[in-house]
């Protein structure tokens, strides 16, 4: 498929007070490319800088103020929690009848939300899938009536300065422990916050790219290994970290068993994601879907980012609180 550029100037972005939304926001703002209109919902008290549009949105998320809102809005980039599934689609509708030319949804995360394991896994991820299907759907409508209607799902394995500071990578800087799966050798993906917003901004300077367009693909900020990662935050911290080796497939097994379905599964869809990340996330191996050299993306280095991950942790909370 040849590659058409879709010139995209006016963006907008709702989620941007959330996880990785600030980081995005920041990202397409430096890229000094875009003017950035942010959907704040009436009930929201968040607050933005004075190069920031706001368009405040009714919290039901209703069609026609939408449709309205969107009008004139070149893309969408979606970075509230992949789980508000309604609310993703009956944005995805409302930017299709506005005539935005591109969606960048809520597919930011640790996983595949295409593989079938990680489907099976995690419920989180058939809410994804839902979401892209939708987008999918649009996408073939907006061909057959001439409208430019595009998409693309980003994936960026695990966020790697949230992971080391929340957990989420099964380190604990501050009981200097460490849940190694089935050996720690295998490699995985993983993305800085910072990273994930230039990874968002590159997708909208490429529009109609045909490598991103209308697809699913995948970056990362480096892969590594739990082995090399635990060694590189020794280094940091100056101390051994004392590791405890499971089984994934037991670990799986356990935590599968605690989702019960009825909206207290926080935890144990946590813990899937955090092992599922490791043991089922090698961007590398995604063929042509790896598009770190297609985006242009800078090489990280594995000893800088757990420096810089671990050094925003001192300057939060100090050092001796932290790290003894």
Not at 116 to 138: A, E, F, G, Q, T
Not at 303 to 315: G, T
Request: with cysteine.
């Amino acid at each position: 498929m040849a590659s058409q550029h879709i010139d995209i100037r006016n963006v907008a972005i709702i989620g941007a007070n959330g996880k990785v939304g600030p980081a995005i926001l920041q990202a397409i703002l430096d890229a000094k490319s875009f003017k950035v209109t942010v959907l704040n919902r009436k009930s929201s008290k968040s607050t933005y800088s004075s190069d920031v549009k706001v368009a405040q949105i009714d919290d039901t998320y209703q069609h026609e103020q939408l449709v309205q809102t969107l009008k004139g809005q070149d893309a969408l980039v979606i970075a509230f929690p992949g789980t508000q599934t309604e609310n993703s689609i009956k944005l995805a509708d409302a930017a299709f009848e506005a005539g935005v030319k591109l969606v960048i949804p809520a597919d930011f995360g640790s996983c595949d939300s295409s593989d079938p394991r990680s489907l099976d896994l995690i419920p989180l991820y058939v809410n994804k899938k839902d979401v892209r299907d939708h987008l999918i759907k649009l996408s073939q409508q907006s061909r057959q009536g001439g409208s430019p209607f595009t998409w693309t799902s980003l994936i960026t394995g695990h966020f790697f300065d949230y992971g080391l500071r929340s957990g989420l990578l099964n380190i604990d800087v501050n009981k200097r422990t460490a849940r190694v799966f089935d050996g720690g050798n295998d490699p995985f993906s993983n993305s800085t916050l910072a990273d994930i917003g230039l990874a968002t901004a590159k997708v909208l300077q490429q529009a109609g790219d045909a490598r991103l367009k209308d697809k699913l693909v995948f970056t990362q900020s480096l892969s590594t290994t739990q082995k090399d990662l635990i060694a590189a935050v020794e280094k940091v911290i100056g101390a051994k970290i004392n590791i405890e080796e499971v089984s994934s497939d037991e670990y799986i097994k356990k935590n599968k068993a605690l989702l019960t379905g009825k909206g207290d599964d926080g935890v144990a869809t946590e813990e899937l994601v955090s092992v599922e990340g490791i043991v089922n996330a090698d961007w590398e191996k995604k063929g042509d879907a790896f598009v770190n050299e297609a985006l242009g993306m800078p090489k990280r280095d594995l000893d800088q980012l757990v420096k810089e991950a671990l050094s925003y942790i001192m300057f939060c909370h100090g050092r001796d609180e932290r790290l003894r």
